[in-house]
Structures are given as C-alpha cells and as structure tokens.
Nanobody, 125 residues
C-alpha cells in the first residue's frame, strides 16, 4: 500500500514557476514508477510526466517537454515536479500517482494503482 500527499500548488502568473512535491508512505515507493497527471475542469485526467524506479528514466507529455522536470528522492520517499514557464493552459488539479507493478513508465492512468488527493495549480494570464 502507498499513500500519497501532494503539496506546492498555488496561483502564479504566466511565465512563473512552481514546484510540486508528493510525499509517499509505504514500503513500495522505491520500486514504484511515479507519475504526475492533471485534470482541468470538464476535461479528462491526462499524463504529465513519469519517472522510473531509480530516477534515471523519465517521460513527458509533449505539452510540457522542456518546461517541466520530474525527479525523485527515494531516501525521502518524495517525487517532485518542477514547472517553469507556466502557461494559463497548465491550470489544473495536479495528481501524483504510483504504479508498483511495472518497471517501464506508462502514460495510461489506469496503470497507476495509488493516487494522491490533488493540488490546484492556477496560472493567470
């Protein structure tokens, strides 16, 4: 079992930066693929970024490549999402998720077994 708690969301102007954190509890964090997803009002939850067990492998949605960076600290059981050059279209609730059953990073939400409660990110124009 993995419990996830996100933090770091807030209101920021376009062009600004935010760093999201996701603190995990449970023994399987270090062997879980971790992902960030987001959901805007009236839209489906979509993949943003994912990171493999050791942190050496990452995957990004095309819309955030070059602007967002995912990282993890297994000693602290925490995964991060550094978001730079934010745009109004990045406004959404951001969710942290864990997939303890796979080695490869996937962008399919249904592969992620555990989810946090979400943190709101609002980017004003």
């Amino acid at each position: 079992q993995v419990q996830l708690v996100e933090s770091g969301g807030g209101l920021v102007q376009a062009g600004g930066s935010l760093r999201l954190s996701c603190a995990a509890s449970g023994r399987t964090f270090s062997t879980s693929v971790m992902g960030w997803f987001r959901q805007a009002p009236g839209k489906e939850r979509t993949f943003v970024a994912g990171i493999g067990w050791s942190g050496s492998g990452t995957k990004y949605a095309d819309s955030v490549k070059g602007r967002f960076t995912i990282s993890r600290d297994n000693a602290k059981s925490t995964v991060y999402l550094q978001m730079n050059s934010l745009k109004p279209e990045d406004t959404a609730v951001y969710y942290c998720a864990a997939d303890p059953r796979r080695f490869l990073i996937t962008d399919t939400r249904y592969n992620y077994e555990y989810w946090g409660q979400g943190t709101q990110v609002t980017v004003s124009s």
